[in-house]
């Protein structure tokens, strides 16, 4: 008896140890701009194949962060493939001042690097930017480049991070042609089957379409009335309600761009997300493939509408659709125990503030350029004749270096009593709740609690300022009395879906406390390969087989 127990717990580890148990392909998805609330909210006008198949035979973590400050795409892209945060991978927003070259620059923007696809298109860039490997990236060096990785987005940055420095190839919608394109940093003409989907010119169909609700317009009881006074208008409507008459709307809001904010973007991507599994062989042989795909539409339309606009429901609404018909593909061209899919997003989103205001919940728009010619003003009286601030971009002030590289003995003390001076003035501003100085952060442990760990975790030394602040809860830089948007450090911006299904992955639910870092090693666990360079997360062992 004892035999036969020994015997069947050596052929059971022999099994999990073997390459027979690694999944064919991962998916995964990032939605961009979800609220693990949606989930819920959204619950009832959700079919059975989409979501709630994810949810219903998967696993799903119902309290899942971001665990640094700022919450944008770039950043998120980054940290859920890198397993790391901003400090170490380096991705501090979409955007940032570079302090070397003294200009803004983009998270993805190359310019060693031409479009391909397109020569006007928006193609110079490249995921150089990003300091750390991703998973992407392990899978590759794991098979000796075997397995095939593929990234996919309506954003360049949606495609580029996730797919890594190694991809076979990172495509993105081209807003000025509505086609697919690429970057020489990948390959220097389109693959065949992109020229192929291009030429059925989908892009243009669908904006030749009227976005009227899917389901009947009353039945839209999760969200406030279509007619608000917090959402924002396409230009040439009158009103922020349903229908969109986009063949119409479309002469007036840059023609292919505005695809990417209606719910059409996503149908385009899931489309081509099913050409690419085809047309690349894509979970075919013995080597793991990785397809990466990033849904921007829910982005695009929650910054003008809002998270409890009809337009933002029906958008999700016609995404569970999507993702019902992506598994569908997968079940059928991989097999359905063959493929392991997560789902996540990039960052959640506010309420719009003035709705809260509204309501008398505490809310408000920041002007960072009144702070700016405040602040200059202020140190006038310190610094006659000198400008002291350089920029201020993604809550962090820069301050100009050069203007303390003068004397030696004085330049070091300046700088010091520049930075005490700032950091005062700011913790009188109204607006502003939190500001931390560079020495300050430098002296943060990594898993230091509080805002000041999540601020800790987002800061870069090489590329943040020197100063961060956090605004005060549901505060945004900007914006007016429509629409929002997403960076801060709290609940409503952190707060995400992670979803596991598929091969290797556990039934069930938990409200265990994780962090979106651990979605890159919980993948490397189950595709048996070596963690990304920068990774700062642990595997999620709940939820694996
Ligand atoms: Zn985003």
């Not at 949810?55 to 899942?64: C, E």
């Not at 509204?358 to 003003?377: M, T």
């Not at 601030?389 to 962090?396: A, G, L, M, T, V």
Request: charged share 20%; net charge negative.
């Amino acid at each position: 008896m004892k035999k036969i127990l020994l015997l069947i717990f050596i052929s059971r580890s022999l099994l999990s140890y073997s390459q027979e148990t690694k999944p064919k392909l991962v998916v995964g998805i990032v939605v961009d701009q979800m609220r693990q609330e949606y989930l819920y909210r959204f619950e009832s006008k959700f079919g059975e194949g989409g979501f709630k198949r994810l949810v219903g035979k998967g696993f799903m973590l119902t309290n899942a962060h971001y665990n640094y400050v700022p919450t944008y795409t770039g950043p998120g892209h980054a940290s859920v493939y890198s397993g790391a945060t901003p400090s170490v991978h380096g991705i501090i927003g979409n955007d940032w001042w570079d302090k070397g070259i003294k200009k803004s620059v983009n998270c993805v923007e190359d310019d060693r690097h031409k479009p391909v696809g397109n020569p006007e298109g928006n193609g110079d860039v490249s995921p150089w930017r990003m300091l750390s490997s991703t998973i992407t990236d392990e899978l590759k060096i794991g098979t000796q480049k075997k397995s095939k990785v593929i990234g996919i987005s309506v954003k360049d940055r949606g495609a580029v991070l996730p797919a890594g420095h190694l991809a076979d190839g990172a495509y993105w919608y081209d807003g000025k042609s509505g086609k697919f394109i690429t970057s020489s940093y990948y390959k220097n003409t389109l693959p065949q089957w992109v020229e192929t989907f291009n030429g059925l010119k989908l892009a243009d169909s669908y904006l030749n379409q009227i976005w009227n609700t899917v389901l009947p317009i009353t039945q839209y009881i999760e969200s406030s009335q279509d007619e608000s006074p917090y959402e924002r208008k396409l230009q040439g409507k009158e009103k922020p309600v349903f229908p969109y008459n986009l063949k119409e709307l479309r002469k007036t809001n840059g023609d292919f761009d505005l695809l990417a904010a209606t719910p059409f973007g996503d149908d385009l991507l899931t489309e081509f997300a099913k050409a690419s599994i085809l047309g690349e062989q894509m979970g075919k042989d013995a080597d793991t493939d990785f397809l990466a795909i990033s849904f921007s539409c829910p982005d695009i339309v929650g910054h003008a509408m809002g998270p409890n606009s009809i337009e933002v429901e029906d958008t999700y609404i016609r995404l569970d659709k999507n993702i019902e018909d992506l598994l569908k593909t997968l079940d059928k061209e991989v097999g359905e125990n063959n493929y392991v899919v997560f789902l996540t997003a990039d960052h959640a989103v506010a309420e719009v503030p003035q709705y809260l205001k509204d309501n008398r919940i505490p809310a408000g728009n920041f002007a960072v350029s009144s702070l700016e010619v405040n602040l200059n003003d202020f140190l006038q009286k310190y610094f006659p004749g000198k400008k002291i601030i350089e920029k201020i971009s993604n809550d962090q002030i820069f301050l100009n270096q050069d203007l303390f590289a003068g004397d030696p003995k004085s330049a070091g003390i300046d700088l010091l009593i520049a930075t005490e001076l700032i950091t005062n003035y700011l913790q009188s501003v109204e607006g502003v709740a939190q500001v931390f100085s560079k020495a300050v952060l430098k002296q943060g442990a990594y898993n230091e609690t509080g805002i000041k760990g999540m601020m800790v975790r987002g800061f870069n030394f090489k590329r943040s300022g020197d100063i961060a602040y956090q605004l005060e809860p549901h505060w945004i830089s900007g914006g007016g009395a429509q629409g929002t948007t997403h960076g801060s450090a709290y609940s409503y911006d952190t707060h995400v879906p992670i979803l596991f299904y598929g091969k290797g992955i556990k039934q069930g639910a938990s409200s265990s406390y994780h962090a979106i870092t651990d979605i890159a090693p919980t993948l490397s666990v189950l595709l048996k390969i070596k963690f990304p360079s920068g990774c700062t997360g642990q595997p999620i062992s709940e939820i694996l087989d």
